[in-house]
């Protein structure tokens, strides 16, 4: 089945204790993407990837990290988690630019950071 | 980047026809016009795209003027699973950026 899955789906952590949650995909799509998703600002976009070991910033870079090292894989990476990062968070992929073809979206990583 | 403004949220009844407007002032000439529908708790999952005039497929249509400042997604007898959020994106191939921006949506609340 063609997914996007997304490890782990809900995590509470502490403030400043690193934290990777993972995102794959089994469509072999060239494009990845990050969102966060809070309250009353819709989905805002973190990083985006156009290919192996290309990514770029999104909307909303500040604290996050992200890496592309293989084509499936795309993983974010919050290296000192902060109580403002708590949020709703997808991974999305699709076979062209996002901006003009369909993306396909994970079920999300639900974080809390105390 | 074409920023995108939709009404905040709509009301309807089951059976009705719904039409969510979105404006884009700025739109360039490449740009393609996306829709995204999002349920509570789950990921964005895409309805329909269009560049101009009018597209239609299983479950919407997309209605495009000549200008393109705006486009009207349209769903035709609504039933409660439609009660969801809706976006309404503008996108272009030009440049290397991929850069997206999706905007808080318009919330459709459907009632029996």
């Known amino acids: 089945e063609a997914q996007v899955t997304q490890n782990p789906r809900y995590l509470i952590t502490v403030t400043g204790k690193k934290l990777t949650v993972t995102c794959s995909q089994n469509?072999?799509?060239?494009?990845m993407s990050w969102y966060r998703q809070d309250p009353g600002l819709g989905l805002r976009q973190i990083y985006y990837s156009m290919n192996v070991e290309v990514t770029d910033k999104g909307d909303v870079p500040e604290g996050y990290k992200v890496s592309r090292k293989e084509k499936r894989n795309f993983p974010l990476i919050l290296e000192s988690p902060s109580p403002n990062q708590t949020s709703l968070y997808f991974c999305?992929?699709?076979?062209?630019?996002?901006?003009?073809?369909?993306?396909?979206f994970g079920p999300g990583t639900r974080l809390t950071v105390l | 980047l074409a920023k995108t403004t939709q009404p905040i949220s709509m009301d309807s009844y089951e059976g009705q026809e719904v039409n969510i407007t979105c404006s884009h002032n700025?739109?360039?000439?490449?740009?393609?016009i996306t829709w995204y529908q999002q349920f509570p708790s789950q990921g964005p999952r895409f309805i329909i795209q269009?560049?101009?005039t009018k597209v239609t497929n299983e479950v919407a249509s997309l209605f495009i003027p000549a200008d393109r400042k705006s486009s009207t997604l349209s769903l035709p007898r609504v039933s409660l699973s439609d009660t969801a959020v809706y976006y309404c994106l503008v996108g272009d191939l030009s440049g290397n950026t991929d850069k997206l921006i999706f905007g808080t949506g318009t919330r459709l609340q459907v009632f029996p």
């Open positions: 469509m072999n799509h060239e494009y």
């Open positions: 999305a992929s699709s076979l062209w630019a996002a901006r003009v073809d369909t993306q396909y």
């Open positions: 700025n739109i360039a000439t490449n740009d393609y």
């Open positions: 269009g560049y101009k």
